[in-house]
T-cell receptor, first 111, second 115 residues
């Protein structure tokens, strides 16, 4: 099955800075990648989806990029706030059968 | 529109027992997927149901099973519980499987502790 790696288990940044989270995948390029946010004790919440033919997608302070050459997606949060502190998960399809999630990156935005 | 609901929210069982967890998807959603989340393994796919049929299954032993009813509600069952089954079990619903850009809506999860 497909694999997803998120190369930072935890990331601490100062409020107001841009947080950048990385998602790397193996094997064939997925048709799309999804990013989710998960708060402690709660289920993941969908944030953004980026398609294979899209280089970049934005939603308010969030930006996602998709580089099929590097087999990588970057997730940016600009002007970060303490309320952005959470675990962020990326997900890809597994041969169109189901989703495979990365282990997540726990982001802490320090005031 | 009500979100995905899961019951119970917390459960404590002992080894060897069996447990049934329930999931009610968002109204109109016909696909239900189940995931197990643990600190060591992350979020792992268990199975997916659509139109009362299991569409996909993850790499879990046969002790883990599920079903879906005609109203799209789903249950999952774990028999002969082991300590390693302690986890957060998440249910996710989507409109239908096989649609490339399906967004999944997750429930709050059921926290299962096996003693």
């Amino acid at each position: 099955s497909q694999k997803i790696e998120q190369n930072s288990e935890a990331l601490n940044i100062q409020e107001g800075k841009t947080a950048t989270l990385t998602c790397n995948y193996t094997n064939y390029s997925p048709a799309y990648l999804q990013w989710y946010r998960q708060d402690p004790g709660r289920g993941p919440v969908f944030l953004l989806l980026i398609r294979e033919n899209e280089k970049e997608k934005r939603k308010e302070r969030l930006k996602v990029t998709f580089d099929t050459t590097l087999k990588q997606s970057l997730f940016h949060i600009t002007a970060s706030q303490p309320a952005d502190s959470a675990t962020y998960l990326c997900a890809r399809d597994n041969y169109g059968q189901n989703f495979v999630f990365g282990p997540g990156t726990r982001l802490s935005v320090l005031p | 529109k009500a979100g995905v609901t899961q019951t119970p929210r917390y459960l404590i069982k002992t080894r060897g027992q069996q447990v049934t967890l329930s999931c009610s998807p968002i109204s109109g959603h016909r696909s239900v997927s189940w995931y197990q989340q643990t600190p060591g393994q992350g979020l792992q796919f268990l199975f997916e149901y659509f139109s009362e049929t299991q569409r996909n299954k993850g790499n879990f032993p046969g002790r883990f099973s599920g079903r879906q009813f005609s109203n799209s509600r789903s249950e999952m069952n774990v028999s002969t519980l082991e300590l390693g089954d302690s986890a957060l079990y998440l249910c996710a619903s989507s409109l239908a499987p096989g649609q490339q850009y399906n967004e999944q809506f997750f429930g709050p999860g059921t926290r299962l502790t096996v003693l």
